[in-house]
């Protein structure tokens, strides 16, 4: 049936033919789960139609979304935007009012639905010095930029033999959406995606995924603004799977364990928190249950697919499923399958891990501008290979420039930059999408990412630094929350360190000391640096970390260091320890 399917808005239309569901989308309101089915999401999403076209919306009008938790409101307006050739320009709910202000001006928008009294009130700010005629709520009250306000200009039934025509005027290759990245650096750029470059993706990443039955739970908890939770949405709407969303990120652990999914898609800073909790709780058994959960866990760093390891090592591993791991599975929900991790490089012995406790970990490669999937771990046919991001999906392909960094085309490769001909004509040369990423292909066609381009630097006696393989290490410590490593220009690489503030407190207690600042705790900071000179072994001298300071705070989304998806803002995190890199190299 996916001939039917060429444009976004198709998918819910086809999950109503093939798989109508009572529980399309659920979500929680007051303490109480409910649900809409596909017919209502559909009508919803026509009513939405019917009530910008009353507005004036017409065809390649820019409609801005922001929302704080994922809610059944985002798609619905999604679709109702879509299906009369707007676009949706989705925004994060983390940006600042300045950064509102020049994206809202930037991408043109006419409109802009917030899902909070907060947002209403910080998009409102600024409106006076955007284009913007409108913003409106998605919650109900009394007022003109309330929901029911808008959804009342719907009443004409009349309206929607326009939204019909318009729907059908609609092509593959049209504009879908603008999409802002995060902008670890520099100023965000608007990424065009059309229906195909999606939709396209889509199919390509659900033919490596292979899920035949369409009986699936699935929970939304990644922002659905960022293009690896929004490609999910489609697909999990396309296989008609119940769509859960998640309350907030804080209560993510409990709703997983209520909703029970069947798979996750994470991003890698998300699976490292969950194991450091479940260390956590292993550390604090005693005897035998304690000497058995490290005797697991090292068991599974050791696993390998296929079976590799041989008779015996299976047979320990499933002991240590039944005692161990089966826990662990309970933590998730007690159902999950596998977890599909994207965004950022994932620690090779986190995937050995879970996959060893009976939870796959597929990983993949893509980016915006790619929307976003470019490769992916297959479990069929010797088509996963940990270490290595896997091999490119059906229909696209892969190969590495002669300065080492990796090269795409394909159907998935965006459009361009919003008003920029300038950068995406440097970006796509010749079709092949430049990543900005380095990389390697090995003779079986599996890809591995060796670092970002842009973050590669020289000491100043002129050797190459590769920051993300060095910090993916560190942060296998149990004492290391974070790590950014630093150096440009300069005579050796250092380190900022977030330290696990809740290990480190145990730590204190077992050895009965006290700490007063974690920055200059003479005991603390030799325990540290014996795990940097652990972790220090397994890299060249030149590539080394000589020296580190600590951090006194955490690193948070809030506090600018990381974006919306959990990767460092290296740019800002350099910024605001100034102090403590000038004590590093002026000491």
């Known amino acids: 049936m996916t001939e039917n399917i060429t444009r976004l808005f198709d998918f819910p239309y086809h999950q109503l033919r093939e798989y109508p569901q009572e529980k399309c989308f659920v979500y929680k309101e007051n303490e ?193 603004c960022h293009i690896f939770e929004r490609a999910a949405s489609y697909y999990n709407q396309y296989r008609g799977f119940e769509i859960y969303f998640a309350e907030s990120i804080e209560k993510l652990g409990d709703n997983i364990r209520e909703i029970k999914p069947h798979f996750l898609t994470i991003v890698p800073r998300l699976l490292e928190k969950i194991f450091d909790k479940i260390v956590d709780k292993g550390s604090n058994l005693n005897g035998v249950k304690k000497s058995l959960f490290f005797w697991a866990l090292k068991l599974g760093e050791q696993y390998k697919p296929y079976n590799k390891n041989g008779s015996w090592y299976n047979f320990k591993l499933n002991i240590a499923r039944k005692l161990i791991f089966s826990k662990w599975q309970e933590a998730l929900g007690g159902e999950l399958e596998f977890m599909l991790s994207g965004s950022a490089p994932l620690q090779h012995r986190l995937i050995r891990i879970f996959s060893a406790a009976g939870m796959q970990v597929f990983e993949g490669y893509g980016m915006t501008e790619s929307s976003p999937g470019g490769t992916l771990n297959d479990l069929r046919n010797n088509g996963l290979k940990i ?136 005991k603390l900071i030799a325990r540290i640096q014996e795990e940097v000179d652990f972790y220090n072994q397994k890299f060249g001298k030149w590539e080394q970390i000589k020296k580190f300071q600590i951090t006194p705070d955490e690193w948070t989304i809030d506090a600018g260091h990381l974006t919306p998806t959990l990767k460092m803002r290296r740019k800002i995190i350099k910024e605001k320890y100034k102090k403590l890199y000038q004590k590093i190299y002026n000491s």
């Open 32 to 224: 109480t789960w409910k649900n809409i089915s596909t017919q209502e999401y559909i009508n919803q999403a026509n009513t939405v139609s019917r009530a910008l076209l009353k507005l004036g919306v017409n065809p390649n009008d820019k409609i801005a979304v922001i929302t704080t938790n994922n809610n059944p409101k985002w798609h619905v307006l999604d679709i109702g935007i879509l299906q009369i050739g707007a676009q949706n320009v989705p925004l994060y709910s983390t940006l600042s009012s300045k950064d509102y202000e020049y994206i809202l001006n930037h991408s043109d928008a006419d409109y802009c639905f917030v899902s909070d009294d907060d947002l209403l009130e910080r998009v409102n700010s600024v409106k006076d010095k955007t284009k913007l005629k409108k913003v409106f709520s998605f919650k109900e009250f009394d007022g003109d930029s309330s929901w029911n306000s808008f959804i009342k200009l719907a009443e004409d039934k009349s309206l929607q033999e326009e939204v019909e025509t318009r729907k059908n005027n609609i092509k593959e290759g049209d504009l879908a959406t603008i999409i802002y990245t995060s902008g670890t650096t520099g100023t965000p750029k608007g990424v065009m995606l059309s229906h195909k470059n999606l939709v396209q993706n889509i199919f390509m990443t659900g033919e490596s995924l292979d899920l035949k039955s369409n009986k699936k739970r699935i929970i939304s908890y990644l922002p659905v």
């Open 387 to 522: 270490g290595t991001v896997g091999k490119p999906l059906n229909g696209i392909e892969i190969k590495i420039a002669d300065d080492g960094e990796i090269l795409m085309k394909g159907p998935n490769i965006m459009m361009g930059y919003y008003k920029n001909e300038e950068l995406t004509n440097k970006t796509i040369i010749d079709g092949y999408l430049h990543t900005g990423d380095i990389g390697e292909l090995d003779s079986d066609g599996f890809l591995t990412i060796t670092d970002r381009k842009k973050e590669i630097f020289k000491t100043s006696g002129g050797k190459y630094i590769a920051p993300a393989a060095l910090e993916s290490e560190f942060k296998q410590s149990r004492f290391i929350e974070q790590i950014m490593v630093i150096g440009e220009g300069e005579k050796m690489p250092a380190a900022f360190i977030q330290l696990h503030f809740d290990f480190i407190n145990d730590w204190a207690k077992r050895h009965n000391h006290k700490i007063s600042d974690i920055t200059d705790d003479e």
